[in-house]
């Protein structure tokens, strides 16, 4: 089926209850994908939809997939009219560089149909309510801090673990974006200044050590180098090294493999040193880690956090939750959700 927008790609939709005086909607906005909800006041996606982005088109067909995801979403969802529901207001998660102040996408690689592009006021133009644009893992860490894994603290650090590696500051309730909102670029903390070159052109940042990529790559050397030449990795990928990716180190550390094993370790290793630049200089009251790569490094969050006291000068560092991520593939609706639950709950 095919919408203005794009191809649309899956949907989950439902007959929707709103909550009093109306809804909100999250967009969750990637190089190729949009995807739609509709978020209750307890962080619920209670109905969602996905369609293909257009980032190789010009500015007007991006704007149309979002819009068309928008429409399809609400169009889609069964909204009872007898409760006489309004959209409250739309949050859109974007990737950066971004002005969440304005509104304005600036640069994102991977969304080049968008160079200084107002997204909030074109869209604000289509639905005349209030939209919030904002970067997705700022958003993310709003989103756990209202309802999710960081709920009931008041200053959570958030990061996920993918790709990249992005991280959101949430103090008193309110992302922290510094003063031009280039704030919290945490995944960009280098560890070792003689490390590799990461693709913002620094080096040793602890993206070119725990993101997904590193993994793989580090396993991929240790395989190169005959270490585990009998290894789960190199079977599941069919005795290909470059067909390792660190979902294939998430099986075989399951299987019980020796190489996993090891290469998880040593990124545990390198986090625990990251985070504890974290504590020493933010000392937050939890730390949320989510992302693809998070599940997989779930069952060495003890392990990072007994390395913490060896990481950093904090004496109660291990007094600090590290705990997982609520929302996982979802994160950016329902970050989307929290941008404009402040408009929601002044209705």
């Not at 968008?114 to 997204?119: D, I, T, V």
């Not at 997904?212 to 395989?223: D, E, M, N, S, V």
């Not at 997982?324 to 950016?332: F, I, K, T």
């Amino acid at each position: 089926m095919s919408e203005a927008g794009g191809t649309q790609i899956e949907r989950r939709l439902a007959a929707v209850t709103p909550g009093p005086g109306g809804f909100v909607i999250g967009v969750d906005v990637g190089g190729s994908k949009v995807a739609a909800g509709l978020v209750d006041g307890q962080g619920e996606i209670i109905s969602q939809t996905r369609l293909a982005m257009v980032s190789n088109g010009t500015a007007s067909e991006g704007l149309n997939a979002v819009v068309s995801a928008i429409d399809f979403l609400s169009s889609e969802s069964s909204i009872d009219p007898t409760t006489n529901a309004q959209l409250l207001g739309i949050g859109i998660c974007a990737p950066g560089p971004l002005d969440p102040k304005n509104g304005v996408i600036v640069n994102p690689p991977n969304l080049p149909c968008w160079r200084n592009f107002p997204l909030a006021a074109e869209v604000e133009s289509v639905y005349h309510v209030p939209v919030r644009v904002e970067n997705d893992a700022n958003a993310a860490a709003l989103a756990e801090a209202q309802w999710g894994a960081g709920r009931g603290y008041a200053n959570v650090f958030y990061a996920t673990i993918g790709t990249g590696i992005g991280t959101g500051i949430v103090l008193d309730g309110r992302i922290y974006h510094g003063r031009t909102g280039a704030a919290a670029e945490g995944g960009h903390i280098s560890i070792d200044y003689r490390g590799d070159v990461c693709g913002c052109g620094k080096r040793g940042c602890i993206e070119v050590f725990a993101a997904g990529p590193a993994i793989a790559r580090r396993a991929r050397r240790k395989l190169a180098e005959k270490l585990h030449s009998r290894s789960v990795v190199l079977e599941l990928a069919n005795g290909d090294f470059e067909a390792v990716t660190s979902e294939t180190i998430g099986q075989a550390y399951t299987a019980g493999d020796p190489l996993a094993t090891e290469v998880l370790l040593e990124t545990s290793s390198f986090l625990a040193h990251w985070l504890g630049n974290i504590v020493d200089f933010l000392e937050p009251d939890v730390m949320v880690i989510g992302g693809g790569v998070a599940s997989m490094l779930g069952p060495f969050f003890d392990e990072i956090k007994n390395k913490l006291p060896s990481s950093c000068i904090n004496s109660r560092c291990r007094e600090i939750p590290l705990v997982m991520a609520r929302y996982g593939a979802d994160a950016g609706i329902a970050g989307g959700g929290a941008l404009c639950g402040a408009v929601s709950n002044a209705q």
